[in-house]
């Protein structure tokens, strides 16, 4: 059982039911049945590509990584490709009782999984597949809840642009590597926090209005203080891991980087949740995060 857990990386399971939550919160639809079906959907994708990822990799981890559970022997080849096709299937049966509007996006959620585990993970495209992923995942949420993912957008492009930034920096973690990736990834993480904390729609001034016969732009509220505290906690748990990784590139600080990354999605969604009108909703997400860190100890999220 600790192969498979190793296998699958379960503490990072913990990170995925937020995407398809943020989702669903994005929409302002009250979470229901299909919602839940989405969450279950989404766990199940997600494991069939870390089990595809490992299938993929077996010969590069025997020389690389040699503990890991398919060249350590722990796990056979076939059981790990036959676990990744059964966690895909169930994952789209699951988006299916949901109703068309989400497996329309499980579909190609569970091809570009499969596609980057298979080719695209070796190419420059493969950051962008990734952050793809996980932006398909949490419009599946508000696919799965409402029916259309239109309001969702935003969200899923700020949670994408944060799996961009963390997958770049996977990229070197068995290698000594150059600090612009977690350079780079820093940055990300301010702006991140910059978009996060601004008001959504900043007032537009009377004189420079293309449409005078239209009045200026309402502004929103500024964001609320469950917004700002879930936003300084995604900050908090990146930049500091981010900027030890710029400063001495090496696998063991760019393997923590990728770990405090991977930990930092939660509360990412809980912000994004929270911006989106949904306090209950960020806080179930951010409740989450404990058990992350405490199964992070005894099975690596890398």
């Known amino acids: 059982m600790r192969a498979w857990a190793e296998l699958l990386r379960l503490p990072a399971l913990f990170t995925v039911p937020g995407d398809t939550l943020a989702g669903a919160a994005a929409t302002s639809v009250r979470p229901g049945r299909r919602t839940l079906l989405a969450v279950a959907a989404s766990l199940c994708l997600y494991e069939a590509g870390m089990a595809l ?3 993929a990799d077996r010969a590069e981890d025997a020389v690389e990584r040699p503990h890991r559970p398919l060249p350590s022997g722990r796990v056979r080849p076939a059981a790990a490709l036959t676990a990744a096709c059964a966690l895909t299937a169930t994952g789209l049966a699951l988006t299916a009782r949901a109703g068309r509007p989400a497996l329309t996006v499980a579909a190609p959620l569970a091809v ?3 596609s980057y585990d298979l080719g695209l993970k070796r190419t420059p495209a493969g950051p962008l597949a990734m952050a793809a992923a996980r932006g398909l995942d949490l419009l599946l949420g508000a696919a799965a809840t409402a029916g259309h993912v239109r309001p969702a957008l935003p969200s899923a492009a700020l949670l994408g642009g944060h799996t961009l930034a963390l997958t770049t920096v996977s990229r070197q973690e ?3 590597g150059t600090p612009t990736a977690p350079l ?8 991140l926090t910059w978009l996060l904390t601004r008001p959504r729609n900043p007032p537009t001034p009377p004189d420079t209005d293309p449409h005078p016969s239209r009045p200026g732009t309402a502004p929103s509220p500024p964001p609320g203080p469950l917004t700002a505290l879930a936003t300084a906690a995604y900050a908090a748990t990146t930049a500091r ?9 090496s696998p063991p600080l760019t393997q923590r980087a990728v770990g405090a990354g991977i930990r930092a999605t939660i509360p990412l969604q809980a912000a994004l949740a929270a911006r989106s009108g949904s306090p209950v909703t960020a ?4 409740a989450l995060a404990p058990a992350a860190r405490r199964f992070a100890r005894r099975v690596s999220v890398t």
């Open 184 to 191: 780079a990834a820093l940055a990300a993480t301010g702006t």
């Open 241 to 249: 891991a981010y900027l030890h990784a710029t400063l001495n590139p």
């Open 112 to 114: 570009t999984v499969w």
């Open 53 to 55: 990822n490992d299938w």
């Open 174 to 176: 068995t290698r000594d």
């Open 283 to 286: 806080l179930l997400t951010a």
